[in-house]
T-cell receptor, first 116, second 114 residues
């Protein structure tokens, strides 16, 4: 139990659907992350929030929209996805970013997304 | 630019064998952090270790040991007397001192057979 939970664990959606992924951390962290893990590709960092402000957006298509209402919750809103977006979406959290902060990230179990 | 290379895609060993997972990195940062994570079939990445670039002391934790060599930009991970429960994908990762972006290697899938 790492203290980071994600729901749902599995999601199947059509290309015209709108869905949201939820992440919650119980570790007292102030930074949260979304990663995409596709088959046979390295983990790709999608978004970073630190102190509830987005600090990183790695050229992610607009059909992915993150939301961080507070330091414990992170959402990823999905709209008009493509089949190639099928992947494992991992959420992580860490202590606040900053100079010298040794902030290893703790991961949730992921949401396995399939886009039909 | 930061890059992590795990050249071994898959490794298969028999239980009780020792196994070393290689990790080579590239960075222009003078200060950085290196990490190892384990991803079992359940999917969740489990943090194993963090190493600071200014601390080259090797570390041992039970059956796990890590060999950090700055001169060769390597941070290798050895499992001694492997067990079936060690079967997982192992990721090496790198983060710069003031960088939000943690770069992961492609991972090494370790299978330990009974």
């Amino acid at each position: 139990e790492t203290g980071v939970t994600q729901t749902p664990r599995h999601l199947v959606m059509g290309m015209t659907n709108k869905k949201s992924l939820k992440c919650e951390q119980h570790l007292g962290h102030n930074a949260m992350y979304w990663y995409k893990q596709s088959a046979k590709k390295p983990l790709e960092l999608m978004f970073v929030y630190s102190l509830e402000e987005r600090v990183e957006n790695n050229s992610v298509p607009s059909r992915f929209s993150p939301e961080c209402p507070n330091s414990s919750h992170l959402f990823l809103h999905l709209h008009t996805l493509q089949p190639e977006d099928s992947a494992l979406y991992l959420c992580a959290s860490s202590h606040p970013l900053g100079q010298g902060t040794q902030n290893e990230q703790f991961f949730g179990p992921g949401t396995r997304l399939t886009v039909l | 630019a930061q890059k992590v290379t795990q050249a071994q895609t898959e490794i298969s060993v028999v239980e009780k064998e020792d196994v070393t997972l290689d990790c080579v990195y590239e960075t222009r940062d003078t200060t950085y952090y290196l990490f190892w994570y384990k991803q079992p079939p359940s999917g969740e990445l489990v943090f194993l270790i963090r190493r600071n670039s200014f601390d080259e002391q090797n570390e041992i934790s039970g059956r796990y040991s890590w060999n950090f060599q700055k001169s060769t930009s390597s941070f290798n991970f050895t499992i001694t007397a492997s067990q079936v429960v060690d079967s997982a994908v192992y990721f090496c990762a790198l983060r710069g001192y003031n960088n939000n972006d943690m770069r992961f290697g492609a991972g090494t899938r370790l299978t330990v057979k009974p």
